[in-house]
């Protein structure tokens, strides 16, 4: 079995479409080499990488974190699960932020869609005389952490 995979296999086996492949190449998240015809070819650990990249993605890293922490593997070596661990151990707080405010916005959607009122006069999470304005851009009365945009990269 070959160490190197051809973009279908990486594509096929990661659930990553080939363009964000070639995406992540060209912002420096995968490495590929090329056959005597210009095909792309991965080292098979860049299945790794891409799982990688997906869990950080959805922990909610910008491709910039993401880009980031995986600068500090180390080089001439497939990463290991140490190495795994003390990236992914970064996440935890990050995490429980993100639990508590999807649990906050869990319980405003069930006190006020599941109450069955339908009456935005009486609704806490209405803006009569658009009184959340001056409190900036977005949904501002959900908690700070879901009102960042989400897949929006620079």
Request: proline share 4%; charged share 20%.
């Given at each position: 079995m070959?160490?190197?995979?051809?973009?279908?296999?990486?594509?096929?086996?990661?659930?990553?479409?080939?363009?964000?492949?070639?995406y992540y190449e060209r912002v420096g998240l995968l490495e590929a080499t090329r056959?005597?015809?210009?095909q792309?070819?991965?080292?098979?650990?860049?299945?790794?990488?891409?799982?990688?990249?997906?869990?950080a993605r959805h922990v909610g890293l910008s491709l910039e974190e993401v880009r980031a922490a995986l600068a500090t593997l180390p080089a001439g070596r497939t990463p290991t699960r140490?190495?795994?661990?003390?990236?992914?151990?970064?996440w935890r707080s990050r995490l429980d932020d993100q639990i508590a405010a999807l649990?906050?916005?869990?319980?405003?959607?069930?006190?006020?869609?599941?109450?069955?009122?339908?009456?935005?006069q009486r609704c806490r999470l209405s803006n009569p005389g658009d009184r959340a304005a001056p409190a900036?851009?977005?949904?501002?009365?959900?908690?700070?952490?879901l009102r960042d945009p989400v897949g929006e990269e620079a």
């Open positions: 070959s160490d190197l995979l051809t973009m279908g296999e990486v594509a096929h086996r990661s659930g990553h479409a080939p363009s964000a492949l070639r056959t005597s015809g210009n792309r070819r991965y080292h098979r650990s860049v299945l790794r990488r891409l799982a990688f990249i997906r869990a140490s190495d795994w661990t003390r990236l992914s151990r970064a649990a906050a916005l869990r319980d405003g959607l069930d006190s006020c869609i599941g109450c069955g009122c339908l009456s935005l900036g851009p977005g949904a501002v009365y959900l908690p700070r952490l």
